[in-house]
């Protein structure tokens, strides 16, 4: 089945240490996504990638890291610098041509949290 | 992108058909309405999209008025794994990447 994988599902992080979150599609879509969701709020966009080797910051990419080496894979880095990493993390793709027109499909998340 | 507005909650009994508002009267012409759900501890599922004409798939119906300032998601015949937070969001036909969901509204189907 086609879809998006994540891992792991939950992740736990000491103070100063960078972890890397997976993020793998067999969609064969173009464009990939991270976003992070706190509870009770909605998404807020981390990266973005419309093809490979290139990737833009959204709107909260500090303290965050990602590369985009294969079509198929976006992974995420939340290095030391960001403070308050506690979140459920979301990745999603889509086809990368006229974006409104096309959904975005999410993968389960990946829930961190600081030991 | 436009504002939404949903009602925080409601309920539905199972086998009904759920009824989901949304407004969205600041709407402009080129943006398009999606839904979505979350249910608890899982990524977002699309359910459908449309412009302006009504839509239909395998999960739910979308009908847009003809005004485009509202619309209604309609699952014709809801479960109880139809419980869920649904969204409604409206997308502008551009160099729009991020989705911006709102509060949403928590449906609960009840047996």
């Known amino acids: 089945d086609g879809g998006i994988t994540q891992s792991p599902k939950y992740l736990f992080r000491k103070e100063g240490q960078n972890v890397t979150l997976s993020c793998e599609q067999n969609?064969?879509?173009?464009?990939m996504y991270w976003y992070r969701q706190d509870p009770g709020q909605g998404l807020r966009l981390i990266y973005y990638?419309?093809?490979?080797?290139?990737?833009q910051k959204g709107d909260i990419a500090e303290g965050y890291s990602v590369s985009r080496e294969k079509k198929e894979s976006f992974p995420l880095t939340v290095t030391s610098a960001q403070k308050n990493p506690t979140a459920f993390y979301l990745c999603?793709?889509?086809?990368?041509?006229?974006?409104?027109?096309?959904?975005?499909?999410f993968g389960d998340g990946t829930r961190l949290s600081i030991l | 992108d436009a504002k939404t507005t949903q009602p925080p909650s409601m309920d539905c009994a199972e086998g009904r058909a759920a009824n989901l508002p949304c407004n969205h009267s600041t709407i402009s012409g080129n943006e398009y309405v999606y839904w979505y759900r979350q249910i608890h501890s899982q990524g977002p599922q699309y359910i459908i999209h449309g412009l302006k004409n009504n839509e239909t798939n395998e999960m739910a119906s979308l009908i847009i008025t003809e005004d485009r300032k509202s619309s209604t998601l309609i699952l014709p015949h809801a479960t109880l794994r139809d419980t869920a937070v649904y969204y409604c969001i409206v997308r502008f036909r551009g160099n729009d990447y991020k989705l911006s969901f709102g509060a949403g509204t928590t449906v609960t189907v009840r047996a």
């Open positions: 999603a793709s889509s086809m990368g041509r006229d974006r409104a027109r096309q959904p975005q499909h």
């Open positions: 969609l064969n879509h173009d464009a």
């Open positions: 990638s419309q093809i490979v080797n290139d990737f």
